[in-house]
Nanobody
């Protein structure tokens, strides 16, 4: 089993920055995919940034390219999402997700590809 705990959310004005953290515990050695998803009110949960654990492949949704960066600290079993130049449309609940990589990389932007989820952290960007 794997447990994920997010932190770092909050309220910020447009143009500001936040860094989200996701601390993983349990059988972290088995994890291959790490990702951040977000869900705005009345919208489906969507992939924001996904990476192959240990480096290599990454994915960013188009709306955050050049502004968000996903990274990992293996020693701390922590995944980060650095969010810069935040916009009101970035508002939502942000969830950390992890998986052993049961499905191929092309599916790693779907919620079905991730078995483990954190409880979420709220990000609110005001204009």
């Amino acid at each position: 089993q794997v447990q994920l705990v997010e932190s770092g959310g909050g309220s910020v004005q447009a143009g500001g920055s936040l860094r989200l953290s996701c601390a993983a515990s349990g059988h972290t050695f088995s994890l291959n995919y790490m990702g951040w998803f977000r869900q705005a009110p009345e919208r489906e949960r969507e992939a924001v940034a996904v990476m192959v654990s240990g480096g290599g492949l990454t994915y960013y949704t188009d709306s955050v390219k050049g502004r968000f960066t996903i990274s990992q600290d293996n020693a701390e079993n922590t995944v980060y999402l650095q969010m810069n130049s935040l916009k009101p449309e970035d508002t939502g609940m942000y969830y950390c997700a992890a998986d052993r990589g049961r499905l191929g990389w092309t599916t790693a932007i779907s919620t079905a590809a991730f078995e483990y989820w954190g409880q979420g952290t709220q990000v609110t960007v005001s204009s």
